[in-house]
């Protein structure tokens, strides 16, 4: 079993619908959760990182931690074909010397 | 403007060649990490290092060598002995440890031909 686990898709939405990304880790060590974008043939960059359990919104992104249940989610409200990508969980536990990467999602939003 | 710069972009290899791509960052950050990067498998640790001239190995270092002379500089060489060199190669860096936030580079494409 991997220790971060999360659905690699294809997933296809129509634009303007809220989309919904998940990642289940077996690690209960892990405090600081991570979520990053992806654009074809390019590097990963930050969208949202949370510490511990709750939630963070930025503009029309929302992440959630549930520590008690393993699970952290991603919500993109009123999605844009920009948001077309492939999104990466990540996490890590204090003093860790890594990122522990999930599959990665890949995203396509139809206009 | 401070970021991380991968060259080449596109890199061939012919079998039995050693190749070395090239990670520079200007952000000042002291640990630097290798990924690699294959169609549904997320990414994967090769080697990192958090201060210069010291680095270990991370989950799939076989058949890959790394040098860090310089804070700036993380140098990847695929060697002959990686069986499956084709990949997706990133490099990233980190300013603090406990609080993640990796910044990466744009990534070598490394074919096999």
Redesign the interface.
């Known amino acids: 079993q991997k220790e971060v686990e999360q659905d690699p898709g294809p997933l296809s939405v129509p634009e303007g619908a809220i989309v919904s990304l998940n990642c289940t880790y077996s690690n209960s060590a892990f405090q600081y959760f991570m979520w990053y974008r992806q654009y074809s043939r390019k590097g990963p960059e930050l969208l949202m990182y949370t510490y511990s359990s709750g939630n963070k919104e930025d503009g029309r992104f929302t992440a959630q931690v549930d520590k008690s249940s393993k699970y952290i989610s991603l919500f993109i409200r009123d999605s844009q074909p920009s948001d077309s990508a492939t999104y990466l969980c990540a996490m890590t536990s204090q003093g860790a010397q890594k990122l522990v990467f999930g599959q990665g999602t890949r995203l396509t939003i139809n206009p | 403007d401070g970021g ?1 710069t ?1 060259s080449p972009k596109y890199l061939f290899r012919k079998e039995g060649q050693n190749v070395t791509l090239s990670c520079e960052q200007n952000l000042n950050h002291d640990a630097m ?1 290798w990924y690699r990067q294959d169609p ?4 994967r ?1 090769i080697y ?1 290092s ?1 201060i210069v001239n010291d680095f ?1 190995k ?1 989950d799939i270092a076989e058949g890959y060598s790394v040098s860090r002379e310089k804070k700036e500089s993380f140098p990847l060489t695929v060697t002959s002995a990686q069986k499956n060199p084709t990949a ?1 190669y ?1 490099c ?1 860096t980190l300013r603090d ?11 070598t ?1 490394l074919t096999v031909v």
């Open positions: 991380i991968q990490y549904g498998q997320g990414l640790l990192y958090h270990q991370g997706f990133l990233a440890r406990d609080r993640g936030g990796y910044t990466f580079g744009s990534g494409r």
